[in-house]
Nanobody
Framework: QVQLVESGGGLVQPGGSLRLSCAAS????????MKWYRQAPEQQRELVAI???????NYANSVKGRFTISRDNDKNTVYLQMNSLKPEDTAVYYC?????????WGQGTQVTVSS
């Protein structure tokens, strides 16, 4: 069983930055495909960024050039560096891990971008 614990959310002004962290346990982190999703009120959950086991990354068009996903396999942690934040980035951000056909979710962390 994989456990995921997110941290780093909060309130930030437009144009500001936040870094989210997601610590994984319960399996070899190197085998996990790690993703960040977000869900705004009354909207569907959307994929924001992905980091494969080989270190390949990809992003939603809405965050390209502003967000960076990275993983530290020694610390069993994936990060989401969010820069130039906009009010439309406001959402609950969820960490997701895929191990084969199994999918695991963190509890979510709130990010609010507001002046």
């Amino acid at each position: 069983q994989v456990q995921l614990v997110e941290s780093g959310g909060g309130l930030v002004q437009p144009g500001g930055s936040l870094r989210l962290s997601c610590a994984a346990s319960g399996t070899n982190f190197r085998f996990l495909v790690m993703k960040w999703y977000r869900q705004a009120p009354e909207q569907q959950r959307e994929l924001v960024a992905i980091a494969t086991t080989g270190g390949i990354t990809n992003y939603a068009n809405s965050v390209k050039g502003r967000f960076t996903i990275s993983r530290d396999n020694d610390k069993n942690t994936v990060y989401l560096q969010m820069n130039s934040l906009k009010p439309e980035d406001t959402a609950v951000y969820y960490c997701n891990a895929n191990l084969g056909l199994q999918s695991y979710w963190g509890q979510g962390t709130q990010v609010t971008v507001s002046s």
